[in-house]
Antibody, heavy 120, light 108 residues
Framework: EVQLLDSGGGLVQPGGSLRLSCAAS????????MSWVRQAPGKGLEWVSS????????YYADSVKGRFTISRDNSKNTLYLQMNRLRAEDTAVYYC?????????????WGQGTLVTVSS | EIVLTQSPGTLSLSPGERATLSCRAS???????LAWYQQKPGQAPRLLIYGVSSRATGIPDRFSGSGSGTDFTLTISGLEPEDFAVYYCQQYGRSPETFGQGTKLEIK
């Protein structure tokens, strides 16, 4: 059974940083591209970033380009999202997702999400 | 980027009825790369349909997708109580991947 466990969310001040993690199990993590998708409170879904299986190719939404960095450690079956220079509009639940096809992607399995709140 | 517009915003139906949800794209979705997701309150989205009409693993056959080009439909035949949720379409034919704003399916 595919399982994705998101963690690392919390309250952070504008301009601050946070690193999200996604622990994967139930599939061969090193063979699959992965993504982050976010959802602001009461709003719809927004793709944030995707990373190839080997980690060599990464893609970002314009809204986070230059501030967020996606990475992975295939030896630990873990996906990361480093978020810097956070803004109030980055407040959202962040979901990691296993990609169905690549590239662009649809999202075959989702983590439970982790809430990031950017506020002073 | 491709903008997806879903209609109606809210759909009120009774269990056993048929639901028809629409998703219209601002430009043609290449290779019919369109997916549908279901989201219940407090839960992550769940993939229902990909490639316009292919059901994801474990999805009951009362869920079906159709359409091409710019107009797509998700049909749920014989609504079950657990089907009342928010539904999103998503295109992956062109980067960036984009989602519709959602249709809320509520119990009448």
């Amino acid at each position: 059974e595919v399982q994705l466990l998101d963690s690392g969310g919390g309250l952070v001040q504008p301009g601050g940083s946070l690193r999200l993690s996604c622990a994967a199990s139930g599939f061969t993590f090193s063979r699959d591209a992965m993504s982050w998708v976010r959802q602001a409170p009461g709003k719809g879904l927004e793709w944030v970033s995707s990373l190839s299986a080997g980690g060599g190719s990464s893609y970002y939404a314009d809204s986070v380009k230059g501030r967020f960095t996606i990475s992975r450690d295939n030896s630990k079956n873990t996906l990361y999202l480093q978020m810097n220079r956070l803004r109030a509009e980055d407040t959202a639940v962040y979901y990691c997702a296993k990609v169905g096809v690549w590239l662009p992607a649809y999202f075959e399995y989702w983590g439970q999400g982790t809430l990031v709140t950017v506020s002073s | 980027e491709i903008v997806l517009t879903q209609s109606p915003g809210t759909l009120s139906l009774s269990p056993g009825e048929r639901a028809t949800l629409s998703c219209r794209a601002s430009q043609s979705v290449s290779s019919n790369y369109l997916a549908w997701y279901q989201q219940k309150p407090g839960q992550a989205p769940r993939l229902l349909i990909y490639g316009v009409s292919s059901r994801a693993t474990g999805i009951p056959d009362r869920f079906s997708g159709s359409g091409s080009g710019t107009d797509f439909t998700l049909t749920i035949s014989g609504l079950e109580p657990e089907d009342f949720a928010v539904y999103y379409c998503q295109q992956y034919g062109r980067s960036p991947e984009t989602f519709g704003q959602g249709t809320k399916l509520e119990i009448k």
